[in-house]
C-alpha cells in the first residue's frame, strides 16, 4: 500500500456539478487558505494533499491521472479537459470512467470546471511536478553498477516466486464476472441487486463481498496481467490455436469471458472474427477498452459491463479459466453457464479439454529444508511450525527428479458437454506404479493439461494444440499443487520399483468458501513382492487450498 496521506474529512456531504452561463467567464483565482482542500472524485471526501486525492482517485475509481498524463503526454488544457471530464462523470454517476482520449480531448466542453474551486485546477503546478517525479523513480540510472551478491540474487528469486504466487491468487478476481451477475439475476431477480451492496457490516456476508471487492481492486494492477501474458506456454497456446485456425473464427460472434486485459479477444479479431464481446468485472476492463482503441479493434470488440448480452448466442466461446489444481476459483461454473445460456448450436468451446492428472512425489531436500530445520532450531524445538504445511494445499514448481511415478488422469472434463455437478469429484480411483526406489513417500502432485480440439465432438487426443503444467514440461505461473503427505503420522512409506500406490481421490468445492478446495486422498500400498493375502495399510489425509 502507498504511504501517501489519509483523508481528514469524511463529510458526507456530495457536491454538485457547476453549471456556468454563458457570458460567465472562467477567471484565474487564488484560494484564500494556504492549505487547499482536494475534493475527492465522488465529492464525499476532502483530502489535505494532492497525493491523498490521487491515490484515493486511483484506488477507488481506477483513475489513475499520473499514469493518463505520462500515457498521453497531456499538457495544460489536457489535464484541465480530464480532471473536469473524470469528475462530471463520476458526479453524474458512472463511478469508474471511461477514459478513452477521444471521450475529453476532442472539443471544449471540459474546459468548463465541473465543480466549483477545484482546487486540483489551482494545482496544476503542483500536479505536474508531481507526475514528473514520479515518471523520474522510474528512469533506470544507467550510471550506476551494482554487484549482486548470492544473498540478494537468492533473495530477488524469492521475491519472484512471492509474486507469482500473488499473481494466481488475485485471479479469485475474475471470478465474480458479469455473466456470474447474470446468473443470480436469472435466479432471483429480487436479490440479485442486494447481492452487489455492501452494508458496512461485519457479518459472514460482508465478509464474502469484501473479500470480492478486494480481489476486483487488486486486479486492476498490471503485474498480475504482465505474470500472466509473459506465461509464453499459455498465451502461446491460445495465439496458435486462434491463428492456425482462423476459418473457425472468420465472420463469428465471440465470447471473451474473463477477459482481462484482452489478449484473447485480439486475437480473435485479428482472426477474423466479425464481433468479439469481452467480459470482465476488475477495473482492467477500462485498460482493456484502451489497449482495443490503441490497436485499432474497437469497432470489432465490444467491452461489457451490462447485466445482459447484446446478442442472443454466440458462435464461439473462449476463455481462460483455469486456475491453481485446475477448478480452484470455481471459474468454470461461470463458462458453463454462459455455454448453456450463448452457445449456438454446434459451436465451439476454446480451450475444449482439460484433464486433471495425479503423480507421487519425493523430494528429500526439498522437505529437509521446509520441515526438518523446526526440529531444532538453535537448540530449540519448534516442530509445532511444521502442522499447517500438512493441511495445506502448496504451489510450486517441482523437479522432474522428484516424481518417483507417471502421471496419470483420474478426471476428463470435455468442455462442451460437462455439467457443473460433475466438478464435485468423488472418490475417483488411481493407481501409480513407482518407477525407483524412494526411502520415503512425501505427498502426490495435481497438475492439468489443455487441449484445443476444432469441434465439439472431437477427442482431446485429437487435438494439435495443447499444454501441460506438470513437472519436466515447461514451467508456467500455474506451477503444480503439492499436497504434502503427514509423515509424522502416517510413518514410514518406503517403496520400491513396482511397488503401487493405489485409492481414491475427491475433490469438492470448499465448506466455509465455494472458490475453495477441499482435497481428500485415500490410499494403500500394494508391494510388488507382497503375497496377495499380505494386508496392505491404508491411509487418509485432507487438505485444503485456499
Known sequence: MSDLNSPSDTSDETLEPNTLDEEDEWKDVESDNDSPSFVSLSGSIRF???????????????????????????????????????RSQV???????????????EGDAYLRPAIEEDALLYSLDDLFDYCRKQANNHLPNALIEATVSQEQFQDTIRERN???????????????????KMELQERNPDESAEHDVHDGTNGPSSVKSNNDSHYFSSYAFNDIHETMLQDKVRTDAYRDFIYDNKHLFAGKVVLDVGCGTGILSLFCAKAGAAKVIAVDNSGIIDKAREIVFHNGLSDIIQRIEEVTLPVKEVDVIVSEWMGYCLLY????????????????????????????????????????????????VYGFDMSCMQKEAYDDVIIRTVKAEAVPSKARTFLDIPLHHV????????????????????????????????????????????????????????????????????????GSLALRSGDRVQGKIALRKGNAYHRELDITIGWQIKLAAAEESEKAMKYEQKWLMR
Open 48 to 86: 489535505p494533499t494532492l497525493e491523498g486525492f490521487l491515490e484515493d482517485a486511483k484506488e477507488n475509481h481506477g483513475v489513475n491521472l499520473v499514469g493518463i498524463q505520462r500515457r498521453f503526454s497531456l499538457e495544460t488544457f489536457g489535464m484541465i479537459k480530464l480532471i473536469n471530464y473524470v
Open 91 to 105: 458526479l453524474h454517476g458512472l463511478f469508474r470512467p471511461d477514459l478513452a482520449p477521444e471521450n475529453f480531448l
Open 162 to 180: 512471492y509474486l507469482r504466487e500473488q499473481a494466481v491468487y488475485y485471479r479469485s478476481a475474475l471470478q465474480k464476472t458479469y455473466l456470474e
Open 329 to 376: 476459483e470455481a471459474m468454470l461454473d461461470s463458462v458453463i453457464w454462459a455455454r448453456d445460456r450463448y452457445l449456438a448450436p454446434g459451436g465451439l468451446m476454446v480451450p475444449s479439454h482439460a484433464a486433471l492428472r495425479l503423480s507421487l512425489f519425493a523430494d528429500d531436500e526439498y522437505i529437509s529444508d521446509k520441515f526438518n530445520f523446526w526440529n531444532s
Open 419 to 490: 455439467r457443473k455437478d460433475q466438478l464435485d469429484i468423488d472418490r475417483v480411483e488411481f493407481m501409480l506404479a513407482a518407477n525407483r526406489e524412494i526411502d520415503q513417500l512425501h505427498g502426490f502432485i495435481i497438475h492439468f493439461d489443455i487441449s484445443f480440439a476444432t469441434n465439439k465432438d472431437a477427442q482431446a487426443q485429437e487435438a494439435k494444440v495443447h499444454f501441460t503444467t506438470g513437472p519436466g514440461g515447461p514451467e508456467t505461473h500455474w506451477q503444480q499443487a503439492l499436497a504434502l503427505v503427514d509423515v509424522p503420522n502416517s
